[in-house]
């Protein structure tokens, strides 16, 4: 199966800074999702991306499927950014889905 | 208007007990899924049915037996619990692109499973 490596596994910010996010995987893929658990566990959708940039509010997120790698922008972090974001590339195989690890994002005011 | 419900949200049970946790989404879309994340915070999907059928069944024990009763609803019955069995499960759900490939999953709330 497809292997998943998300960096930096823990990231600490203040405030308004801005941060990137990274998701290396190690087989072709049909599609990627990024996604933010809240500290409240709830698991959020922020971007299907099997290609290309796309852009909502301060996110932003690039893949780049023949480099097999994909990017999370966060700009002007939020004590509300704080939480968990994985990546999650989908294989050959319809529908799964395979998390990486995670980045555990710290947003301080 | 909840998209994809999950029930109970919590769960604490005997070692041995037999427990069903029920899944329903009302987006109207043709797949769901069931995911357990255990206490590190990994995910991994268990099972998937697209319409009804079941297309993805992961090496879970077969303690675990999803049941989908129509395409708005997947329930997971787990019998003799262990405690390796406590984790959190979600459920979610994306419709089928005209390409094959599914679109954007959609997760419910979680069920906290805790095996004493």
């Known amino acids: 199966g497809i292997q998943v490596e998300q960096s930096p596994p823990d990231l600490i910010l203040q405030e308004g800074a801005n941060s990137t996010l990274r998701c290396n995987f190690s087989?072709?893929?049909?599609?990627l999702q990024w996604f933010h658990q809240n500290p409240w566990g709830q698991l959020i959708n922020l971007f299907y991306?099997?290609?290309g940039t796309k852009q909502n509010g301060r996110l932003s997120a690039t893949t780049v499927a023949t480099e097999r790698y994909s990017l999370l922008y966060i700009s002007s972090s939020q004590t509300t950014d704080s939480g968990v974001y994985f990546c999650?590339?989908?294989?050959?195989?319809?529908?799964?889905?395979?998390f990486g690890q995670g980045t555990i994002l710290t947003v301080h005011p | 208007d909840t998209a994809v419900s999950q029930t109970p949200k919590y769960l604490v049970t005997q070692m041995g007990n037999d427990k069903s946790i029920k899944c329903e989404q009302n987006?109207?879309?043709?797949?769901m899924y069931w995911y357990k994340q255990d206490s590190k915070k990994f995910l991994k999907i268990m099972f998937s049915?697209?319409?009804?059928?079941?297309?993805i069944n992961e090496t879970v024990p077969n303690r675990f037996s999803p049941k989908s009763p129509d395409k708005a609803h997947l329930n997971l019955h787990i019998n003799s619990l262990e405690l390796g069995d406590s984790a959190v499960y979600f459920c979610?759900?994306?419709?089928?692109?005209?390409?094959?490939?599914?679109?954007?999953?959609?997760f419910g709330p979680g069920t906290r499973l805790t095996v004493l």
């Open positions: 979610a759900s994306s419709r089928k692109l005209l390409s094959a490939l599914t679109d954007t999953q959609y």
């Open positions: 087989d072709s893929v049909n599609n």
């Open positions: 991306i099997p290609s």
């Open positions: 999650a590339p989908e294989g050959t195989s319809y529908g799964k889905l395979t």
């Open positions: 987006l109207g879309h043709d797949t």
């Open positions: 049915y697209n319409n009804k059928e079941l297309i």
